[in-house]
């Protein structure tokens, strides 16, 4: 099984700070997904990344694969107490079998 | 437009019962997926299907649980006898011809 590990597991800040999450493994992917699920609700995708190298930004949140599509980062400037929640990693094994990460929880303190 | 949608969204039953979760898939989408969440375990994919036929079972944890999708805009997950360790949330999601999967709100099942 190639597995993600997510960091960390929980992180709590400040309104206004910037963050950093990462999703790791030994092995390469041909994608890897990022969901964000808020408190009694699915998650939801946020975005792709498939090239090794390739940084997709979504308003506040920066993605990135690393070069070699073994890790992946997300950054997210000027945290709100919206962006609270979950946040997941995954990867497709097969066509269609999404693995996820164990998710790093974040909460935002106004 | 509808999403994904489960119910009932909390249960509470006594261990040795059945639960039976269902859901109903956005029109249109092909692929059902069946995952659990736990605190301990994160998300797991127990079942999905495609086309209304199972394609990976894999993650069903045993005999007890079984799924089916009669059509294409329905599936239920059945747990016969349920037990304490079956607490979890357990969601269903959707998707068209494997592009973005769409998750329902999820059923809180708690066994005691």
């Known amino acids: 099984t190639q597995l993600l590990e997510q960091s960390p597991q929980f992180l709590s800040i400040q309104e206004g700070e910037n963050l950093t999450v990462y999703c790791n493994s030994s092995s390469v992917f041909s994608s890897l997904q990022w969901y964000r699920q808020e408190p009694g609700e699915g998650p939801v995708l946020l975005v792709t990344v498939v090239t090794g190298g390739e940084v997709k930004k979504l308003k506040r949140l920066t993605f990135q694969f690393g070069d070699a599509r073994k890790d992946s980062s997300l950054h997210i400037t000027a945290a709100q107490p919206g962006d609270t929640g979950l946040y997941l990693c995954a990867r497709l094994q097969g066509a269609q079998k999404l693995v996820f990460g164990q998710g790093t929880r974040l909460t935002i303190n106004p | 437009d509808a999403g994904v949608i489960q119910s009932p969204r909390h249960e509470v039953t006594e261990m040795g019962q059945e639960v039976t979760l269902r859901c109903k898939p956005i029109s249109g989408h092909n692929s059902l997926f069946w995952y659990r969440q736990t605190m301990m375990r994160g998300l797991e994919l127990l079942i999905y299907?495609?086309?209304?036929?199972?394609?990976?079972d894999s993650g069903m944890p045993e005999d007890r649980f079984s799924a089916k999708m009669p059509n294409a805009s329905f599936s239920t997950l059945k747990i016969q006898p349920s037990e304490p360790r079956d607490s979890a949330v357990y969601f269903c999601?959707?998707?068209?011809?494997?592009?973005?999967?769409?998750f329902g709100e999820g059923s809180w099942l708690t066994v005691v």
């Open positions: 999601a959707s998707s068209f011809n494997g592009n973005t999967i769409y």
């Open positions: 299907f495609n086309n209304n036929v199972p394609i990976d």
